[in-house]
């Protein structure tokens, strides 16, 4: 991984083999980042995404493997307690032009990654909602 913050973006390479949140975590730490949005483009051949039960407050999982292209992946880093905290989705489409997604919980890089993050001067904080069961921000 290879990251430069110039202006208000952070700009992040992650290299093949590497996983895509362990990364962005590391860029945001080390450039003390501690609130934007994120955006990225790239490729995977092992993701995990997941869909939110409300009722069961539980992720339904799903892991893909092969060639799939990141079309899009979307979200935020801000703290939740003080700590780093991200919430991405991530869309991938395989050979077949067949798009999956949901709530990012792994990637590992098979080509490059290339992340934005909009870095915003401020603080957001998460709390735990326990009618949802979702860290939501705190505002």
Do not use: Q
Not at 68 to 77: A, P, T
């Amino acid at each position: 991984m290879k990251y430069r913050l110039i202006g208000d973006i952070l700009f992040v390479r992650v290299d093949r083999g590497e996983e895509i949140l362990t990364e962005l975590k590391n860029a945001c730490l080390s450039a003390g980042v501690r609130l934007g949005a994120v955006s990225a483009i790239g490729a995977s051949d092992d993701f995990t995404v997941g869909l939110y039960d409300v009722d069961t407050k539980k992720y339904a999982e799903r892991r893909f493997t092969g060639p799939h292209e990141i079309v899009s992946l979307l979200g935020n880093v801000c703290e939740m307690s003080g700590e780093y905290y991200a919430h991405l989705h991530l869309s991938a489409a395989n050979a077949n032009h067949e798009t999956f997604g949901g709530h990012l919980t792994r990637a590992v890089v098979s080509a490059t990654c290339e992340l934005t993050v909009r870095v915003a001067d401020g603080r957001v904080d998460r709390f735990r909602d326990p009618e949802s069961g979702l860290n939501l921000w705190d505002l």
